[in-house]
């Protein structure tokens, strides 16, 4: 592949004050516009940068770009059908694409998760879900079941319902009470325990029982839904233990609970497989998509229900609406014709089987870096990996941000950073020799800020 984009180069008259109106969102706003990161185009595993580097993709962008960047049959696929129709309302009314993309993903995922509804982020995807879970329980006449189980180290997007189900301290404490009726089980990530794993710890399917004890503590009668991430993706990279989720699948259906996965990182083939539950053969009762579905071209979310769910809401006269939820962009055509372009992509690949098949290559390079000054857990799954650093004196966090910062400036390479955990999560597409690159970059990186 050539990568010879057509580039506008920055104008250079632009001084920092012209970035003061842009109020970036997850971002140290005020050092990023001292020297700012900026990247002017893309093409398969690299960025662009107004100078002219080639910067390495070691993050999929934001765990979204599965399929690379700027590949022609999406690009395509967009460019056609913003000529054909813009958009097209899905309240009451909808287009051919909208019925093709939910039929695709149905047939994807496992089991009887066979209906789609369209939202357009991961986080309304997760607010989405337990709405969803919410409703349902309404619909069966069960409307005590109101209290909704997240997980410490949880992430799962930045809506109310997100954050309060979410288990990340800082999402959560400028925010006020959040939801109430909330309560977590305890991440199941203990370093002494599970230090440097590949995959699946041996260590951890037990802390599941814990879902006993807040039955115990609240009684099933009361509790909608829990939901979990399969590998906690931004918290960083925390694999389940073995046998954990089968554990909280066993114990939701004991106690009359339903099981939410939140894919939005695992799924289309992060893990070798299209989502998490195949790979670890539970089944969900609502699973939440985003990122990959588009390979981030186009935003765009959802959720998959199950038949059971679904059916619950077709009940009473029919020209009466099931479920008073939905969003002005739901189902987008641009959105949708990007989807299942992607989804071509992924299929005529062979990207999901192919990720299966670096994962022990991947794994290699990366626990490689075991030994470095400061490295204090690695950790792999998939083509998903951790690094923990020893935090700086000034505190925790500092150590990782300057590692994201160095490895763009100095090592043209991209990375994501969780306080001091650097995740490597690159596109499908990366080659082995690209793995190589991609961790002898970041090594280097961790010694620069050793």
Wanted: with cysteine; proline share 5%.
């Amino acid at each position: 592949m050539t990568f010879q984009p057509t580039i506008h180069p920055l104008d250079a008259s632009l001084a920092p004050n012209d970035l003061a109106a842009f109020w970036m969102p997850f971002s140290a706003n005020r050092s990023f516009k001292q020297r700012p990161r900026l990247v002017v185009g893309a093409e398969g595993m690299h960025y662009l940068t107004g100078e002219g580097r080639r910067v390495i993709d070691g993050a999929a962008g934001l765990w979204c770009c599965n399929a690379g960047h700027c590949r022609e049959p999406i690009v395509k696929a967009i460019q056609g059908q913003a000529a054909r129709l813009d958009y097209a309302p899905s309240f009451q009314f909808s287009h051919p694409e909208a019925f093709t993309l939910a039929a695709r993903l149905a047939a994807l995922a496992p089991g009887d998760l066979d209906h789609v509804f369209f939202a357009n982020s991961g986080s309304e995807a997760v607010d989405t879900a337990l709405k969803i879970a919410l409703a349902y329980w309404q619909a069966r006449g069960r409307g005590s079941k109101t209290r909704l189980i997240g997980r410490e180290r949880g992430y799962h997007g930045v809506g109310f319902g997100g954050i309060s189900v979410g288990g990340i301290v800082t999402n959560r404490k400028a925010f006020g009470t959040l939801l109430t009726g909330v309560d977590h089980l305890p991440h199941t990530y203990d370093r002494d325990r599970q230090a440097f794993s590949r995959g699946e710890p041996d260590w951890g399917a037990h802390l599941a029982d814990e879902l006993e004890r807040i039955v115990a503590l609240h009684d099933a009668s009361t509790i909608a839904a829990v939901i979990v991430e399969p590998v906690a993706g931004s918290t960083g990279v925390l694999p389940p233990p073995k046998g954990y989720l089968q554990r909280l699948r066993a114990i939701c259906d004991k106690h009359d609970i339903l099981l939410i996965f939140d894919e939005v990182i695992t799924g289309f083939g992060r893990l070798g497989t299209a989502f998490a539950a195949e790979r670890y053969g539970v089944v969900p009762d609502l699973m939440t998509f985003a990122k990959g579905v588009t390979s981030g071209t186009a935003p765009m979310g959802g959720v998959i229900a199950r038949a059971p769910i679904h059916d619950a809401f077709m009940q009473g006269p029919e020209h009466t609406i099931e479920l008073f939820h939905g969003y002005t962009y739901s189902a987008h055509p641009l959105a949708c014709a990007a989807g299942l372009a992607t989804l071509d992509v992924y299929r005529d690949e062979g990207l999901f089987g192919r990720a299966a098949e670096l994962e022990a290559a991947f794994a290699d390079a990366v626990h490689g870096l075991k030994g470095l000054s400061n490295v204090l857990d690695i950790r792999t799954v998939g083509l998903a990996a951790g690094v923990d650093l020893a935090p700086k004196a000034e505190g925790p966090g500092r150590r990782g941000y300057d590692a994201m910062v160095a490895a763009f400036h100095d090592h043209d390479m991209m990375l994501r950073v969780a306080g001091d955990t650097l995740a490597l999560s690159p596109p499908l597409i990366v080659t082995e020799g690209q793995i190589g690159e991609l961790v002898e970059k970041l090594g280097k990186t961790i010694q620069a800020v050793a």
